[in-house]
């Protein structure tokens, strides 16, 4: 989505849309200087076939080029479960640094064991930079400033650039709702108090999806709303839903929900900051899937 002729000091946002995950990727920048941002890039890939391709990357990479900007910084949200990050393309290609938050460490002590990932020892250093609370980056002239928003994971955060916040996975589109939040570490309680914390914004406040699955009856993808919308319409968490009933009905429609297609690919790969696992000797990386066996099975 363009935005027309921004006043000198908005932020410049372009949004790609990868329909073979519904997520959106955000290209940022300061019109003045030029520096720019990419939020939570996708790259592309084909489970059946194991194969990688950087059609989505490139088209960013395109945007970049055409506008003659200088990219910084490459942020990520959170440790996606849905695709793969394309982040490491992207920083080989101009030296943007990779940033998530701190809290991913979390998210690597939970998962590097269940990958038997021995590279990743839950220090977050496979990132250039781990952000805390509060934190401020620069873009130019535009200030970044870092939102923890735990509870779809631990280690959520959102980005607010001047009245601009990409929220990650905390709210969907108001005729949507809102994220799961049944990962390992991840909380109804703690994404209900996030989303708590996004809402107090400013009403005007725009607000910036990740990702959209079409709500039935909905035709277009859509993912940018505001502050006011979400209060008055959002169907999980409008003003008046108390955090009781939003945990009651969250954690009561996550049970119902199946694993994400590419979640084991996706958790491995980017709690590496979207690199692959370390190639084995013949120069193959290879992903792991940990099987889950039956009782019965266990003694064959
Ligand atoms: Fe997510």
New binding site residues.
Partial sequence: MNHPTPAPSAPHIQAFFDKATFTVTYLVSDPGSAEAAVIDPVLDYDHRSGRVSTAAADRVLQAVAEQGLALRWILET?A???HLSAAPYLKARTGAQVAIGEHIREVQAIFGPVFRAQDVVGDGSEFDRLLRDGEVLALGALKVEVLHTPG??PACVSYKVDDAVFV??TLFMPDYGT?RADFPGGSARQLYRSIRRLLALPPQARLFL??DYLAPGREDYAWETTVAEQRTRNVHVHDGVDEQAFVALREKRDATLAAPALLLPSVQVNMRAGRLPPAEANGVSYLRIPVQLPEGMKQI
């Fill in positions: 959170h996606h479960a849905d779809h994971t990650g996975d994220a990740c990702h």
